[in-house]
T-cell receptor
Framework: GQNIDQPTEMTATEGAIVQINCTYQTSGFNGLFWYQQHAGEAPTFLSYNVLDGLEEKGRFSSFLSRSKGYSYLLLKELQMKDSASYLCASMDSNYQLIWGAGTKLIIKP | GAVVSQHPSRVICKSGTSVKIECRSL??????MFWYRQFPKQSLMLMAT?????????EQGVEKDKFLINHASLTLSTLTVTSAHPEDSSFYIC??????????????FGPGTRLLVL
């Protein structure tokens, strides 16, 4: 079957670094997406990885290991506005996104 | 990034009535649009995938006669919740992507429509 696993909730301190992990098992693989979703709002696109390695985009970076079925989203210099849910989604062989349940990130001052 | 709009953003209706939600891609042509539903504190649940000019493909367990989807143009898809009941109250979100749907085709989400059925 298809499955995406990510932690339900994480807590971090303002200014610190946090890594949100995601493991996936999908029928075929056409890339791994990360989205940010603030409470009561729709998701917004953060990153896409299809090759192994780290993609850096400002304070956010995303890593992929295809052989391990593993990705992480790294957030640096955390700000209060980063408090949100972070959704991991794998694109399967039919180009459909298989969504994780999301990781709620709580930032404390 | 691409912009997707949704209308209305919020709707309250009586049980038994029908509600139409519009999803528009504002600055690109969306060959494929997706409709999701999200209950509080739960993950996105894909309801259906629609391609312009063809019938929508519904996910297992989603009633096609209750959730009518029309993708009449490359910039507009509509979801009609027919004979809505309180259990249909949810956050409905559309997303759109252009191109051939190949690897790396990012889905861009509309702002969502919060439906409350009394």
């Amino acid at each position: 079957g298809q499955n995406i696993d990510q932690p339900t909730e994480m807590t971090a301190t303002e200014g610190a670094i946090v890594q949100i992990n995601c493991t996936y098992q999908t029928s075929g693989f056409n890339g791994l997406f990360w989205y940010q979703q603030h409470a009561g709002e729709a998701p917004t696109f953060l990153s896409y990885n299809v090759l192994d390695g780290l993609e850096e985009k400002g304070r956010f970076s995303s890593f992929l290991s295809r052989s391990k079925g593993y990705s992480y989203l790294l957030l640096k210099e955390l700000q209060m506005k980063d408090s949100a849910s972070y959704l991991c989604a794998s694109m399967d062989s039919n180009y459909q996104l298989i969504w994780g349940a999301g990781t709620k990130l709580i930032i404390k001052p | 990034g691409a912009v997707v709009s949704q209308h209305p953003s919020r709707v309250i209706c009586k049980s038994g009535t029908s509600v139409k939600i519009e999803c528009r891609s504002l600055d690109f042509q969306a060959t494929t649009m997706f409709w999701y539903r999200q209950f509080p504190k739960q993950s996105l649940m894909l309801m259906a995938t629609s391609n312009e000019g063809s019938k929508a493909t519904y996910e297992q367990g989603v009633e096609k006669d209750k959730f009518l989807i029309n993708h009449a143009s490359l910039t507009l898809s509509t979801l009609t919740v027919t004979s809505a009941h309180p259990e249909d109250s949810s956050f409905y979100i559309c997303s759109a992507k252009g191109g051939s749907g190949g690897p790396g085709e990012t889905q861009y989400f509309g702002p969502g429509t919060r439906l409350l059925v009394l």
